[in-house]
């Protein structure tokens, strides 16, 4: 048995030496983490055989038609397996009890090849407790449950076993991993026009085409793991094994991941093991009759914010499930990663409520820092990359916790990138509180450049978050009421509009080339989608008006939308062109408050952001480190993205070798208000 190496706390020093007197709180949760490892290797036959639990777990057929069942239920004393294949009988297929908890039943064929469970039929598991009380559950591992909300929210099990003629067959291999993220944030439901809820087909036929030609690389699925409540937004799972039927088969989900690697798109799950759905008679609360099997019991197991139940990372089982459910989305449906959501609520034992975060490390390392959960992330992150070296796992994490980007090897957590919370919440306060001339132009800089040093994030100007009911889109809050009435063509630029169209523009660029190693855009926000998200339910009498994409008003020539759209592709092809994104951190050479200018470089480019709201200027000096001669590559003031066409496009910049904001050379520049340029060789 191979035993894992332990930590070099001088890897984590060379990174950031602030973390010398936590070296002993790193040290360890890194020794909590190879203990698990040598055990998993120990007694299970490492990653390769623990991560496969769905292998084992839950129904498998074999090849002569055969069914396996087999489900952890420690605290049942007698369990039958039921449904549609022994009209529900609950004596007739008695399971055994091995010493581990774990039930288990083998269902002959019918004939040869043929199942005695049909396809699609219902199931369920019925168990006896200890007080003598009958249970019935949906299988924890199952992998298709279906709801009819004409008689019950209740989910109902189904047994997924498809002819071989009727199994979607993967065609293309996955895409090399990108050199770096550009990611679509994406909700299958609401992908349609239409008032009901989108489907995987539709995604595939009508999405990808458009996603690929926007250029993003990457696309985060959000609430696939099935939730029976369509308005939690896919954050109350029930059926962890299970892809949400509301938008159709497994094998349709399968069809789209294969498609969008056709086109060389990386898929990524949005998955929540942070927290589970409450649910009893569809979900894994109380499964086996205990408050205890899944999750901690009393109030350490519950969330008091989002009223819903939380994991026991230190559990074997509960580890095998979790780890196996990464792996079993990798394998069955061919996804190339995960986002992994509700990070800061796992890895403190407050779970961020009613806490700040003031960048402390003592925050971080001390009492309220949740060393199960951390470790659990610590195997997730190191067994993913081990079975799967391009695997892509992101985290969501408000807190700043350190070394979470950086390999488990080195004393880090493990993930590959972070997500930029602090850059949406700082322009929907400035949108909210700041007139334009108050904006402070070193703040946003600032916090668009504050990332940990060797950590790569994952910038963003807004997500599904700022979009939610109570909030609107950065557009909304830039223009408000105007866009019902202004965002045509044949109407007049009125100076709400034309502002919001100038600011979304350059906010967005901004965001892209400065803020990260990665981008990230929610679905409809390329083009300025106005208003908000709000799912179906009784507060807004089931409506979809709000839960949906009105892909007509970009698609519609007369309308402004397409200004937005065409100047998001721009932004996502000069990038991949010039490869900011993996690029060294830029070099802001002036931010300048009055002037309310910002220049910086990256990656061989030169960009100017003039958000002055009045003040337009006429051979504006930047300085420049690499003489030669300049071209713009770049402008939002072009009239194809809603422009006025004051930058002339085919103007030379030559570079004069003087010393300029501490860089080698500088050039001058006519920026209009409400512009940034861009300039290349």
């Known amino acids: 048995m191979a035993v894992t190496s332990s930590f070099d706390p001088r890897s984590v020093l060379k990174l950031d030496g602030y ?32 991560t496969k639990g769905f292998e084992k777990m839950g129904f498998n057929v074999k090849e002569n038609g055969e069914v396996v069942y087999r489900e952890w239920a420690p605290n049942a004393t007698e369990a039958h397996l039921i449904g549609d294949f022994n009209n529900w009988h609950r004596l007739t297929h008695p399971m055994k009890k091995d010493e581990f908890g774990v039930w288990e039943i083998t269902i002959p064929p019918k004939a040869p090849g043929v199942c005695a469970i049909p396809h699609d039929s219902k199931i369920k598991i019925s168990m006896i407790t200890p007080s003598g009380a009958r249970i019935e559950r949906i299988p924890a591992w199952i992998r298709r449950v279906t709801q009819d909300l004409s008689f019950s929210p209740a989910y109902e099990g189904r047994f997924w076993n498809p002819s071989a003629s009727e199994r979607y067959q993967f065609k293309n291999s996955r895409p090399p991993q990108p050199r770096a993220v550009r990611i679509y944030e994406a909700h299958v439901g609401i992908s349609t026009a239409e008032h009901r809820v989108g489907t995987y087909k539709e995604f595939t036929k009508d999405m990808l085409p458009r996603i690929q030609a926007l250029g993003y690389n990457t696309i985060q699925l959000m609430a696939v793991m099935e939730h029976p409540y369509y308005a939690s937004f896919g954050y109350q799972v029930t059926s962890f094994f299970a892809a949400s039927s509301r938008y159709g088969t497994p094998e349709e989900l399968r069809e789209l991941v294969d498609t969008a690697h056709g086109m060389g798109i990386t898929v990524l799950l949005d998955v929540v093991h942070s927290h589970a759905c409450k649910n009893v008679l569809d979900g894994l609360n ?12 009393g109030s350490k197991g519950r969330h008091e914010l989002w009223d819903s139940r939380l994991f026991n990372y230190g559990s074997h089982e509960v580890l ?53 959960a951390i470790v659990y992330l610590m195997l997730a ?40 919370m602090a850059i949406p919440d700082m322009w929907i306060k400035l949108l909210k509180h700041k007139s334009d001339d108050e904006w402070d132009i070193g703040n946003i800089v600032h916090t ?9 994030s994952i910038a963003y100007a807004e997500s599904h978050d700022q979009a939610l009911v109570g909030d609107k889109t950065l557009a909304f809050w830039l223009m408000d009421k105007e ?6 063509d044949l109407t007049p630029m009125t100076p709400v509009i034309a502002r919001g169209l100038a600011l979304h523009k350059m906010i967005r660029l901004l965001v892209h080339s400065l803020g990260g190693e990665g981008y990230l855009n929610f679905e409809g926000n390329e083009f300025g989608h106005p208003e908000w998200l709000d799912f179906p339910r009784e507060g807004n009498n089931n409506s979809f008006q709000h839960a949906r994409r009105q892909w007509n008003i970009v698609d519609d020539p007369l309308l402004r939308y397409r200004y ?23 070099y802001v050479s002036l931010k300048h408050e009055g002037d309310k200018v910002i220049v910086y470089e990256r990656s061989g480019l030169l960009f100017i952001f003039n958000f002055h709201p009045t003040t337009s200027f006429t051979d504006y000096r930047v300085g420049v480190d690499e003489a030669g001669e300049y071209r713009i590559v770049l402008t939002s003031d072009e009239k ?42």
């Open 564 to 586: 937005l759209n065409s100047f998001d592709a721009a932004i996502n092809h000069l990038e991949e062109e010039h490869r900011w994104l993996s690029a060294p951190q830029a």
């Open 381 to 420: 992150n190191d067994a993913m990359h081990a079975l799967y070296p391009s695997v892509i796992t992101i985290a969501e994490d408000v807190s700043g916790m350190p070394l979470l980007c950086i390999p488990v090897s080195q004393g880090g957590l493990g993930f590959d990138y972070r997500l930029s």
């Open 286 to 297: 109380a499964f086996d009759g205990t408050d205890h099997q899944y999750f901690h019991e």
């Open 320 to 372: 095998r499930f979790l780890l196996s459910n990464l792996r079993f989305y990798v394998e069955e449906y061919q996804f190339d990663g995960f986002r992994f959501d509700g990070v800061t609520s796992m890895m403190y034992v407050h779970h961020g409520i009613g806490t700040g975060f003031s960048g402390g490390y003592h925050e971080y390392f001390g009492p309220g820092a949740d060393e199960e």
């Open 19 to 50: 973390l010398e007197p936590f070296i002993p709180a790193i040290a360890h949760r890194n020794e909590r983490f190879r203990k698990w490892k040598d055990n998993i290797d120990q007694y299970e036959g490492g990653y390769e055989n623990f």
């Open 640 to 681: 194809k993205f809603g422009g006025f066409d004051n930058v002339t496009l085919g103007n030379k910049f030559t570079t004069t070798p003087m010393e300029w904001h501490g860089r080698k050379n500088w050039l001058q520049v006519y920026i209009p208000s409400r512009t940034c340029l861009v300039l290349g060789k």
């Open 448 to 456: 668009l450049i504050n990332r940990r040093h060797g950590e790569k």
């Open 483 to 488: 866009m019902y009435t202004h965002m045509s």
